[in-house]
């Protein structure tokens, strides 16, 4: 039953760092069961089936704040759908306890890259517009979809900086349409790792106690948009995403293994300075502008 709780507040946790942030909520659940010892598969199927009811409660909450931006949906669902399925049965089909510390290491890389790319973003926008569908929105929606399946993660982290350092891009539309389109890449990769795998990949309790804590968290999640900035918490998201995933990256290296409280500590403390840093600046700008 504690664990069960424990999901849920994961759950909740992870949908509002998604849902405020564009990403987050496929890497930080699959970082926390591959280290309750989850296989890959399995733990990319029970999330990517509790995103489905998540991010469908995300993106009703975000038309509802009008977060929404039409051109980037449709430039982004189709090739992501198509993406996620092809992922989800590739992941499938790989041993279990070979492709984990790969997968580690792909989250770990995703985690660098949220850490960095909102540690050091500058926003740029000067005229908001909506979005055609133009055509290198379909290599970054294949791309993205199928490493949100490999990975249990990888949608939001690859879509949400990219389409945020173009110039005319509103950040809360952004981040409600990336939202938005997951429900779809969710229900893909579902629909992969039934059919390689079938229901038995599902760990029940766990999914509905993650979809309980996400249903709860995605209206708040969708209302914060508007008033935390970004970047702290892709600080936030980046270093979790980091420290969760060297436990299983440091038990794979035997050479690194007796160094591990060093290597703890010192990805700690890079996280807490980057906090402070980018809090830092943030009141700087706030003094500035005032």
Same mark, same amino acid.
């Given at each position: 039953?504690?664990?069960?709780?424990?999901?849920?507040?994961?759950?909740?946790?992870?949908?509002?760092?998604?849902?405020?942030?564009?990403?987050?909520?496929?890497?930080?659940?699959?970082?926390?069961?591959?280290?309750?010892?989850?296989?890959?598969?399995?733990?990319?199927?029970?999330?990517?089936?509790?995103?489905?009811?998540?991010?469908?409660?995300?993106?009703?909450?975000?038309?509802?704040?009008?977060?929404?931006?039409?051109?980037?949906?449709?430039?982004?669902?189709?090739?992501?759908?198509?993406?996620?399925?092809?992922?989800?049965?590739?992941?499938?089909?790989?041993?279990?306890?070979?492709?984990?510390?790969?997968?580690?290491?792909?989250?770990?890389?995703?985690?660098?890259?949220?850490?960095?790319?909102?540690?050091?973003?500058?926003?740029?926008?000067?005229?908001?517009?909506?979005?055609?569908?133009?055509?290198?929105?379909?290599?970054?929606?294949?791309?993205?979809?199928?490493?949100?399946?490999?990975?249990?993660?990888?949608?939001?982290?690859?879509?949400?900086?990219?389409?945020?350092?173009?110039?005319?891009?509103?950040?809360?539309?952004?981040?409600?349409?990336?939202?938005?389109?997951?429900?779809?890449?969710?229900?893909?990769?579902?629909?992969?790792?039934?059919?390689?795998?079938?229901?038995?990949?599902?760990?029940?309790?766990?999914? =509905?106690?993650?979809? #309980? @804590?996400?249903?709860? &968290? /995605?209206?708040?999640?969708?209302? !914060?948009?508007?008033?935390?900035?970004?970047?702290?918490?892709?600080?936030?998201?980046?270093?979790?995403?980091?420290?969760?995933?060297?436990?299983?990256?440091?038990?794979?290296?035997?050479?690194?293994?007796?160094?591990?409280?060093? =290597?703890?500590?010192? #990805? @700690?403390?890079?996280? &807490? /300075?980057?906090?402070?840093?980018? !809090?830092?600046?943030?009141?700087?700008?706030?003094?500035?502008?005032?």
């Amino acid at each position: 039953m504690k664990k069960l709780i424990v999901l849920a507040i994961i759950g909740f946790s992870a949908q509002l760092i998604d849902g405020s942030l564009g990403m987050a909520y496929g890497v930080t659940s699959t970082s926390l069961l591959l280290a309750f010892g989850v296989a890959p598969a399995f733990a990319s199927a029970s999330v990517h089936l509790a995103e489905v009811v998540t991010t469908a409660a995300s993106g009703i909450s975000h038309m509802k704040w009008g977060n929404i931006d039409r051109g980037l949906v449709k430039g982004l669902m189709i090739p992501g759908t198509v993406g996620a399925f092809l992922g989800a049965c590739f992941l499938s089909r790989l041993p279990g306890q070979l492709v984990k510390p790969y997968v580690a290491a792909f989250l770990f890389c995703l985690g660098a890259y949220v850490l960095s790319r909102f540690l050091f973003w500058e926003k740029k926008q000067k005229q908001p517009r909506q979005q055609k569908a133009g055509r290198w929105l379909l290599p970054l929606g294949f791309v993205a979809g199928f490493a949100d399946s490999t990975g249990g993660g990888g949608w939001g982290p690859l879509t949400t900086p990219v389409l945020l350092a173009k110039d005319g891009m509103e950040t809360r539309k952004v981040i409600g349409s990336v939202d938005t389109c997951e429900f779809a890449i969710a229900t893909a990769a579902t629909l992969g790792f039934f059919i390689s795998l079938g229901w038995d990949a599902v760990i029940w309790p766990w999914v =509905i106690a993650l979809m #309980i @804590g996400g249903i709860v &968290a /995605a209206p708040i999640a969708a209302w !914060l948009v508007h008033i935390i900035p970004s970047h702290l918490l892709g600080v936030m998201v980046g270093g979790l995403i980091l420290f969760t995933n060297t436990q299983i990256l440091v038990k794979s290296i035997p050479a690194v293994t007796p160094f591990w409280p060093w =290597i703890y500590a010192g #990805i @700690g403390l890079v996280w &807490a /300075a980057s906090f402070v840093y980018a !809090l830092w600046i943030h009141r700087g700008k706030q003094r500035g502008e005032g």
